[in-house]
């Protein structure tokens, strides 16, 4: 597609229910990448894919997340057992292979709220 | 990858230039000078990137110091629009990810 796709845009989701966030990047961007964004902070990596392998999970704050991008392309973000401190933005960004390009194009994001 | 020092937040009118600088004193040879923005709600947005001389394009341009320590990016006449958290980076080119700090809000007024 033209953009990064992610979905939905909101979720509100209940302390202790799973979750999943969908992001399509855009078509032929091999890396795809995941931050989160707490309210008024700045951005947390997460996870990096390259192709369907995620070489880098090191910002993956607890085993409750995970994450995972079939046939190159879409990647899901799930988070189990959700906690209130697991609230934030979490947005999506995909590029050519990593060293190439002019770095990231992110998506809107999906705006999560636990309650 | 360096880490970088911006002010927090910068004033700016409107038709005016703005220049935001960033300290990266620790820059190695092979990391390059990174610049994205955030307008609110929405997610990041590439600007400019550049590894030792200046650079242009339709956005801003990026100025960076001979030593490479210090750069200033300028939006050459700022619009309302260009109110946004800005954010400086440096990383090795080949690298996986980027490392974003707590940037600069950038406070463009009428």
């Known amino acids: 597609g033209a953009g990064v796709s992610q979905s939905p845009s909101n979720k509100v989701t209940e302390k202790g229910k799973d979750v999943e966030l969908r992001c399509d990047p855009i078509?032929?961007?091999?890396?795809l990448y995941w931050y989160r964004q707490s309210l008024g902070q700045g951005l947390e990596f997460l996870i990096y894919?390259?192709?369907?392998?995620?070489?880098?999970k090191s910002g993956l704050p607890s085993d409750r997340f995970s994450a995972e991008r079939t046939g190159g392309s879409v990647s899901t973000l799930t988070i189990q057992r959700t906690q209130q401190e697991d609230s934030a933005v979490y947005l999506c960004?995909?590029?050519?292979?990593?060293?190439?390009?002019?770095?990231?194009?992110f998506g809107s994001g999906t705006r999560l709220t636990v309650v | 990858d360096a880490k970088t020092t911006q002010p927090t937040s910068m004033d700016c009118a409107e038709g005016r230039a703005a220049n935001l600088p960033c300290n990266h004193s620790t820059i190695s040879g092979n990391e390059y000078v990174y610049w994205y923005r955030q307008i609110h709600s929405q997610g990041p947005q590439y600007i400019i990137h550049g590894l030792k001389n200046n650079e242009t394009n339709e956005m801003a341009s990026l100025i960076i110091t001979e030593d490479r320590k210090s750069s200033t990016l300028i939006l050459p006449h700022a619009t309302l629009r260009d109110t946004a958290v800005y954010y400086c980076?440096?990383?090795?080119?080949?690298?996986?990810?980027?490392?974003f700090g707590s940037g600069t809000k950038l406070n463009v007024k009428p």
């Open positions: 960004a995909s590029s050519l292979p990593s060293g190439q390009g002019n770095g990231y194009t």
């Open positions: 894919f390259q192709g369907n392998s995620a070489p880098d």
């Open positions: 078509s032929g961007h091999t890396a």
């Open positions: 980076i440096v990383r090795r080119y080949n690298f996986n990810k980027f490392y």
